[in-house]
Structure formats: C-alpha cells, structure tokens
C-alpha cells in the first residue's frame, strides 16, 4: 500500500511540474503573436520569455527553499499551483506589455515555490538507489508540459488568438489544484546522523558551496539549461521567420513530448552505471552536451524546412536528456535538512543561466549581431556551441572530486 501511494504521488507531483511548463513556456510557443500584436523587438521577446521569469524565479528560490525544509512542502506545492495558475489566466486579458511583464513576475515567485518542495519530498520518499530514475520521471514533466503547450497552445492560437490560448491553458491548474488538496500527504522526514547544520541560510548556502564536485556541477547544468531554454525560446521563431513555416512550430511538440522518455531512459542510466561507481553518473551530462550538436548544426542551416524540423527535433530528444539526473545528483551532497535548499540553489543558477542569460542574449545577437535569412539560426547555434564545450568541461571536472565530496 505505502508503495502505491508513493508511486500515485510520483504520478501527480509529475502532473502538476508537467502544468509549470505548460504555462511557463506557452509565451514563448505563443512569442510571434505577441510580439507582433504588442509590436516588440526579438530582445523583448526574450525578456518576457526568459529574464521577467527567471529572475524573480532564481531569486525566490532559495529562500522558497530553506522554508520547505522547515515547513509543510505539501502546502507550498499546492499554494503555488494556485497562484500561477490565476496569474496565467490573468495574462489572457493582458492590454500591455507591462501587464504580461507582472503576470511573468507572479507565476516566477509561485513556481518557485514548487521543485524545491518536490525535491525533499520525493528524497524523504524514495531510497538513494532509486532517486536519479525517480527524479528523471519527475523531470520529463518539462518535457511533456513544453510539449503540450507547443500542440495545445499553438494549435488554439492558431484557431483564435493568443488571448484565448493562455486562458484555455490555466483551466487545467484547478483541477490539479484541488486532486493535491485532497492526495497530497506531508512525509516524515528522514532522520540520520548528519553533521550540524547552520541556522544562517548563508552559512548553509556556503557549507553547500564550499563542495568543488557542486560547483563544478551547478556550471555544467548551467551551461546545458542556457542551451536548452534558448532552443525552447526561438524554435517558432526559426520556424517562422528562417523557413517562412510556422506551422511547423505546434508539431515541433511531439518532439519535446518526447524529450520526457530520454530524460527517464537517462535516469535509468545513471542508476545502473553508477553502481559501482557513482561518478559516471555525470556522463549523462555529457552526452546532453555533445550528442544533439550535429543535429543542430545541420537542421539550423538546412535549406529544407522539413529537414530543419526533424533534426532539430533530434537534437532535441539528446541535449535536454539530462534534467532529471541534473536534480537527483545535487542530492548526493546535502543532508537531509539541506535538500530543498540545494534544490533552491540549483534552480536559482539554472534560471540565471538558462532563462535569464540565454534567450535575451540570442535575441539580442539575431537583432544586432547576424543578417540575413539564417540570422536567427546562426545565433541559436553560437550560443549552443560555447554551452556544450562549457558543460563537458565542467562535468569532467566535477567527476574528479565526486568521491570526496560525497555523502551518499
């Protein structure tokens, strides 16, 4: 019995970070109309996609986290699914630009209020053995979330208009909201011999910090989420404005879609690999950073919209292969009562680095820096290339001192 109701959580914790992505990523499936109707530039676009959120994001997140680990996570789920979902409905009625910049702002805070609570329950949850495949099934709800939005979204935006698109997709959150209410159930959380922990967040964050394997890991994600929300944020651009076939932007969700199985096939990996030596755990970084760069590069600079689209779709499938065991490995480092804050920590450097940095910057560069028809993909794949060197590097790195650093 306790086996299936932690399995059934799993389920609806999956459900619900599957909603998160839904809505968060729908400005971008959405960005073409927007950024017509409200007549933006690319930079715009990138902003309100990728820094209005991640800010305020990355921000909340530590401290969302240290309260987690001191207070009802269950409760911090379900106020937060509330909340961005009300805000998400909000956006439909939008008659500004500023107005979508606040709305960003609201679902930022809520939704991070979620993954560090998920993280520390499903750890308290599971066994160790278990948790990079348990985190990777938790992980692919981005994955499914981005892809409905693409299919859902695009496909409603496409019928009506962009308004109606952001409304129809908050209906869903209150649904959720309320199975959580009743479900969710608070677990106890695991007691062992740890060492003393620090009243001070601060000291907390450095005590976390202080480990090089950590560091060395926070960089590598980085690197790879830059990659993969810069892709997510101008994938209907490209289509768009590179191949002059936007129609192709809603299907690209069955690719995303599909990024869900790799990224638990990914975790699986990792469990099994890491048997006998924890560390190659993080050769599943590297294999994100390198395998979908040849897909890329040929599907960006195709002269065939049809061939862009299935090797972007590829590519795809590869580089966001790693979310999962991303999570789950930051979890080997911490105690207990440190986990939700690493999950905070985590959160608040991929958000920087992903949201914040990576599509305002290649914005930026399609409008200043690259001409011509390919200009969007040229700066798409720019970025993506120093990312994936970047990670590889860092993961190598990372590997070197795992042992030392350690806990479990």
Known sequence: MKKYVAYTTLLLLTLIYLNSFFVRQIVAVLGVEIRDFFELSNLQVGLLYGTAFSFIYALAGIPMGRLADRYSRKWMICIGLLIWTIMTFLSGF???????????????????????????YLADTFSPEKRATVFSFYASGIFLGVGLSFLIGGNVAMQYDWQTALIAVSIPGLLLFVVAVWFLREPDRKVRTEPKIEENIFAEMKLILQKKTVRYHLIGFSFLACTGYTVLAFAGTIFNDVFQQPELTPLYGWFIMGVGGTVILSGRVADYIGKNNPARRFWLGIFAALAGLPFYAFGLFSGSAQIAFICMGVGVLFSSSYNGVAAALIQYFVTNKQRALAGGIYLF???????????????????????????????????????SIGATGSFIMAMKHYNKDALE
Request: proline share 5%; net charge neutral; aromatic share 18%.
């Open 94 to 120: 939008a008659t500004s630009f500023i107005f979508l910049i606040v709305a960003r702002f609201f679902v930022g805070i809520s939704q991070a209020m979620l993954s560090p609570a998920v993280y520390s």
């Open 349 to 387: 450097v991929i958000s920087i680095a992903g949201f914040g940095f990576g599509p305002p910057v290649t914005g930026w560069l399609m409008d200043t820096l690259f001409t011509g028809q390919y200009a969007a993909s040229a700066a798409v794949f720019f970025v993506m290339s120093i990312c």
